[in-house]
């Protein structure tokens, strides 16, 4: 589901699968939108689903327990697939509700499109999508690329913005996927300005290069829970060079009336990212339920 790396989490037999509990979800119901459990805006239920990776899950369980302090009557169906089959199961009434990444679901439905920043993205997504799906409001809290530093090296030569790497970029190695210097590379130089010493391929094992110091600036994803785990700092991108990712709620219209759409735009009004990065450390690296992680998050914020 979110950003290309995870455009297809789910193979055949899994969307196969899931296609025939639809059917069979469909068979069994009387909604007009033709889903089992979908809600209708007079109040029936909710479905919240997610795609299966533990961020999406945990922030499905978000949006579900939000919606039930509102008194939202809420089925849970997380851990689905990829942005291919829970597109279709919202469309059909399905599901009711989608945590998205608002860049990466632009790009799905018209790849084309060029627009970058959050509110160009959205009025985007407005023309995108079908009448029958709408997107609320998006938080600040975003899963995108970044270019991140350790802690150290930010404070050493006053590191705050990819900008500030000007100065030193030609002394500094970089590192990300295989592909990241054929796709950044010129993108970099035009925009800011900056040759590396040299690129790297450090792929899964950036956030772990930078902290041996084999890599001065890596590519890391922006609620990647190394970042809390050893102190990075993902530099802002002032020209966005990355473009948005802001998790927002995917809804079916249908499905959802104006309490449920509040209570999901209180949550976007207080989910940044590196809440959410601390969020996801607890989920993936110390091992804790996404359900009570959940639970903790809505509390601290006055949405319990």
């Known amino acids: 589901m ?3 790396r995870r455009a297809v989490l789910l193979g055949t037999l899994a969307a196969l699968a899931l296609g025939a509990t ?5 068979a069994n119901s009387s909604n007009p939108l033709g889903g089992g459990s979908s809600a209708s805006a007079s109040g029936g239920t909710v479905v919240v689903g997610s795609a299966n990776f533990p961020e999406n899950v945990l922030l499905g369980s978000i949006y579900s ?9 809420v089925e849970e169906k997380f851990n689905i697939g990829s942005r291919e089959v829970l597109y279709g199961q919202l469309q059909s009434g399905n599901l009711t509700v989608l945590p998205e990444y608002n860049g990466a679901l632009l790009a ?3 790849a084309k499109n060029t627009a970058v920043t959050t509110q160009d993205v959205n009025a985007a997504l407005a023309k995108a999508l079908p009448s029958s799906l709408t997107v609320l409001d998006s938080s600040p809290a975003e899963d995108k690329d970044s270019l991140s530093v350790t802690q150290e090296t930010a404070d050493k030569y006053g590191l705050k913005s990819i900008s500030d790497l000007a100065a030193k970029a030609g002394e500094f190695v970089i590192g990300g996927p295989p592909e990241f ?7 970099f130089k035009d925009a800011y300005g900056l040759t590396f010493k040299e690129w790297k391929p450090t792929a899964d094992t950036t956030a772990n290069a930078l902290k041996d110091g084999s890599i001065q600036v890596g590519n890391v994803f922006t609620t990647d829970p190394k970042i809390v785990q050893y102190k990075l700092v993902p530099l802002t991108d002032p020209k966005s060079v990355f ?3 802001n998790i927002t709620p995917l809804v079916n219209k249908a499905g959802v009336d104006a309490t449920a759409t509040a209570a999901l735009n209180a949550v976007s009004a207080k989910l940044d990212t590196a809440g959410l990065t601390g969020l996801m450390k607890r989920v993936s690296v110390d091992k804790e339920d996404p359900a009570t992680v959940a639970k903790d998050w809505l509390k ?5």
């Open 243 to 245: 473009g948005a990712q």
């Open 108 to 110: 799905y439905l018209d």
């Open 300 to 304: 601290a914020n006055g949405l319990a």
């Open 2 to 4: 979110k950003r290309s």
């Open 181 to 187: 210097k054929s796709r950044r590379e010129q993108q």
């Open 22 to 26: 639809a059917c069979s979800s469909s």
């Open 65 to 73: 327990q939000a919606l039930k302090a509102k008194g939202v009557k």
